[in-house]
């Protein structure tokens, strides 16, 4: 029972590249979040999807697109990379629904972007 | 804009002694209140949570809840130099469905 896994772990980009983060949860979670955390700032929230099928803007999502691919996995893209977007990303996921608030969290992926 | 503010440190403290984190926020009608842990270079993890006013007590921790003076606080008795780490607040506000707002962090420091 691996929780929540994040690839790639480090990465280094161009300004100008794209990638893709990949975050894949094994808990039979519904809600899965992607979050960015620069230092002092604890963490922002990206995008979030409620459940399979939905996706919605956090409260820092320009510059990122995401994509709910089935239950398990939720993907993180930047089209084009901006040294603004050097930070360190986490994905979470959390069972769902009224009560039921604890979100785990992979490990990171720490990206930066020259 | 709704907010989460707490003092970043970092907070030193003698082994066994207590250390007392604490967070204020912004808007009245949040329901929800969570203490997420955090040690350098890994993933936060969840220690508490709180919804009602008053006391939770769990091991060597205690999340405290005044929602009149909207602040949020986390005692860690007999604290010990694992739990030196960074102590993140997260509330959920009022219909924001179950979407965490964080705070910057307090760093801790326990001395042996």
């Known amino acids: 029972n691996a929780g929540v896994t994040q690839t790639p772990k480090f990465q280094v980009l161009k300004t100008g590249q794209s990638m893709t983060l990949q975050c894949a949860q094994d808990?039979?979670?519904?809600?899965m979040y992607w979050y960015r955390q620069d230092p002092g700032m604890g963490l922002r929230l990206i995008y979030y999807?409620?459940?399979?099928?939905?996706?919605d803007k956090g409260e820092v999502p320009n510059g990122y697109n995401v994509s709910r691919l089935n239950k398990r996995e939720f993907s993180l893209r930047l089209e084009s990379a901006a040294p603004s977007q050097t930070s360190v990303y986490f994905c979470?996921?959390?069972?769902?629904?009224?009560?039921?608030?604890?979100?785990?969290f992979g490990p990171g992926t720490r990206l930066t972007v020259t | 804009q709704k907010e989460v503010e707490q003092n970043s440190g970092p907070l030193s403290v003698p082994e066994g002694a207590i250390a007392s984190l604490n967070c204020t926020y912004s808007?009245?009608?949040?329901?929800?209140f969570f203490w997420y842990r955090q040690y350098s270079g890994k993933s936060p993890e969840l220690i508490m949570f709180?919804?009602?006013?008053g006391d939770k007590e769990d091991g060597r921790f205690t999340a405290q809840l005044n929602k009149a003076s909207q602040y949020v606080s986390l005692l860690i008795r007999d604290s010990q130099p694992s739990d030196s780490a960074t102590y993140l607040c997260?509330?959920?506000?009022?219909?924001?469905?179950?979407?965490?707002?964080f705070g910057g962090g307090t760093r801790l420091m326990v001395k042996p």
């Open positions: 979470a996921s959390e069972l769902g629904g009224t009560g039921n608030y604890e979100q785990y």
């Open positions: 808990m039979n979670h519904n809600s």
């Open positions: 999807s409620a459940s399979e099928g939905t996706t």
């Open positions: 808007d009245r009608g949040s329901q929800s």
């Open positions: 709180i919804y009602s006013n």
């Open positions: 997260a509330v959920i506000w009022d219909n924001a469905g179950n979407m965490l707002t």
